[in-house]
């Protein structure tokens, strides 16, 4: 009888190389985009080559699923035991208590885990970037355990998301600091400079590279770190993006411009106000998306431009779609024009894939990372960003759930956004024109904080 798992010889040049090369380097990144098969990677690492437990930290859902549903797909794998750390304290504990080769814990109970005292011999950081930021507790936390850990693999396809500088606290858990300074203010000192900061206390709000910094980093880290592109190495279908620039009222724009620029607004018997920059942003952002929430958390219509746009968009299409949203309400009023829509859960997953269902309903943090949501049913795939994000790495992440590895059918993303508002700056940020803080600043150019 045929065995149906997936065989070793099956995996990709590329993956095999990674493979190879983590024989003679212990600490080692893998930068490889979503779909290029980072997680199967990683797991053959782990076992045809590190000894002792390994602790896998990855986000929630990938946590739950993914790792498991991967090392159970392969031939090479199967003997692989894995238990998952998840749930409350007494299943987490008793997760701990059994006795498997790797240990997955989400993010939010790493700190629980390190305190228990229980030793690791290696570890594996899953989507690093979301360790970029070392003043948060979990960083800090597993930054005194770094150097009891044997054999250590970063994993992320967005390594940068938010600019270069992102680099230091990732590369800094394979390597101790030795390559970008061993504090941040030292690696600043060197490689940055101050880009967004307040003249008059002096308080720096972003950093920028200095002059061939870019190029020095990626030279100081290119014997432990490797970055691999989709297009490099998978023959891939078209992939259209999309933007549309869709029109309000005239009673609209004038009420947007009210809130943009007297920071506060009436509307529907509410008023909305925005007291800070921050809250501004959000707000225009709400408003782009047809809806204010207001001071009792509940929320208010404003305008309707998207969501016509996209019935029109729908009436004109058969093809499964998968739409994105932030705001909930932007998910209760889609919901309400489309009863038929679905919201993404673990149980509709097959269904999305198979065609079963024509419009499948995500958050991006929920529904962009580790799943696979390719769906070739259609002539074509089709998403659309209802609620346009301002996190590239969310943004980049969430577009790989259907343009990755096993997509045959083109794809064609839809932007839906509001012209001569913060919807376009936002595009800006997406398409890499401008950095995120000069994407607040003009968008808000208007306004005295």
């Known amino acids: ?40 990677t990683a797991l053959t690492i782990i076992k045809e080559q590190f000894n002792g437990k390994t602790l896998i930290v990855a986000p929630k859902r990938v946590a739950e699923n993914v790792w498991t549903d991967e090392a159970n797909k392969w031939e090479h794998l199967r003997t692989l035991k894995l238990s998952k750390v998840l749930g409350t304290a007494s299943q987490r504990s008793a997760a701990l208590k059994q006795n498997s080769h790797i240990y997955v814990v989400n993010l939010e109970n790493l700190v629980w885990l390190l305190d228990t005292g229980m030793k690791f ?79 008059h ?51 609209e724009v004038n009420h947007y411009e009210t809130l943009k620029k007297e920071l506060v607004l009436d509307i529907e018997d509410q008023a909305i106000t925005a007291p800070t920059a921050a809250v501004l942003a959000g707000k225009l952002l709400q408003f782009t998306s047809g809806a204010l929430y207001t001071e009792e958390k509940d929320w208010v219509p404003c305008n309707n431009a998207k969501l016509e746009f996209l019935e029109s968009l729908l009436e004109e299409s058969t093809t499964p779609t998968l739409i994105f949203y932030h705001f909930k309400h932007s998910l209760e009023r889609i919901k309400e024009a489309f009863p038929e829509a679905q919201v993404l859960d673990d149980t509709n997953i097959q269904s999305w894939r198979d065609g079963k269902i024509r419009i499948l309903l995500a958050h991006p943090q929920s529904g962009g990372i580790g799943l696979n949501l390719q769906c070739n049913a259609g002539e074509t795939a089709q998403m659309v960003w209802f609620d346009l994000p301002w996190s590239s790495e969310n943004y980049i992440q969430a577009n790989a759930r259907i343009y990755r590895q096993g997509q045959t059918k083109p794809v064609i993303i839809h932007h839906l956004a509001i012209k001569n508002s913060i919807d376009q700056h936002v595009i800006d940020v997406l398409d890499g024109k401008i950095n995120l803080q000069s994407a607040l600043m003009e968008s808000l150019k208007c306004v005295s904080v």
């Open 1 to 40: 009888m045929t065995s149906s798992l997936l065989q070793r010889a099956q995996l990709q040049p590329y993956q095999t190389r990674m493979i190879d090369m983590a024989k003679t380097i212990p600490a080692i990144g893998l930068f490889m985009e979503p779909g290029l098969g980072k997680t199967v």
């Open 201 to 251: 206390t002096r308080v720096v709000y972003s950093w920028k590279p200095k002059e061939g910094t870019v190029e020095t980093i990626q030279e100081k880290i290119s014997d432990i770190c490797f970055s691999l592109k989709s297009e490099d190495y998978l023959k891939m279908p078209a992939c259209q993006k999309i933007c549309h620039d869709l029109e309000m009222s005239k009673q």
């Open 121 to 199: 011999d290696n570890l594996v950081i899953d989507e690093s970037s979301r360790f970029k930021d070392s003043s948060t507790k979990r960083f800090k936390s597993l930054k005194k355990h770094l150097r009891t850990f044997q054999r250590k693999i970063i994993l992320t396809g967005t390594p940068t998301p938010q600019g270069i500088g992102d680099l230091w606290a990732q590369v800094g858990i394979l390597d101790l600091g030795s390559r970008m300074e061993t504090s941040l203010t030292k690696f600043r000192d060197k490689y940055m400079m101050p880009d967004q900061m307040n003249r």
